[in-house]
Nanobody, 116 residues
Framework: QVQLVESGGGLVQPGGSLRLSCAAS????????MSWYRQAPGKEREWVAR????????TYADSVKGRFTISRDNAKSTVYLQMNSLKPEDTAVYYC?????????WGQGTQVTVSS
């Protein structure tokens, strides 16, 4: 079965950096685009970034463009989110996502807190 396991969250000061990882299994990872979403307290889940199966095309939400970088390692079945210049408004639970055969799969999420 499809499994997505996020890691790398934590507490960081404004202006700091974190790198999130999402280890995938149960499907042919190299064949699917992958995305990151986030959900802040009291808000709806929002899309953050997407990377195509080969990594050739990466797209970002305006709120993170220029600060976040999505990447993938198909040999390790892992997708990453490098987050730089973090702001308090980036505080959220971050989720990895894949759409396989018309069904959305989600990981359990990893908490990112940006605070001084």
């Amino acid at each position: 079965q499809v499994q997505l396991v996020e890691s790398g969250g934590g507490l960081v000061q404004p202006g700091g950096s974190l790198r999130l990882s999402c280890a995938a299994s149960g499907f042919t990872f190299r064949s699917y685009a992958m995305s990151w979403y986030r959900q802040a307290p009291g808000k709806e889940r929002e899309w953050v970034a997407r990377i195509t199966s080969t990594g050739g095309v990466r797209t970002y939400a305006d709120s993170v463009k220029g600060r976040f970088t999505i990447s993938r390692d198909n040999a390790k079945s892992t997708v990453y989110l490098q987050m730089n210049s973090l702001k308090p408004e980036d505080t959220a639970v971050y989720y990895c996502n894949v759409l396989v055969l018309g069904y959305d799969y989600w990981g359990q999420g990893t908490q990112v807190t940006v605070s001084s």
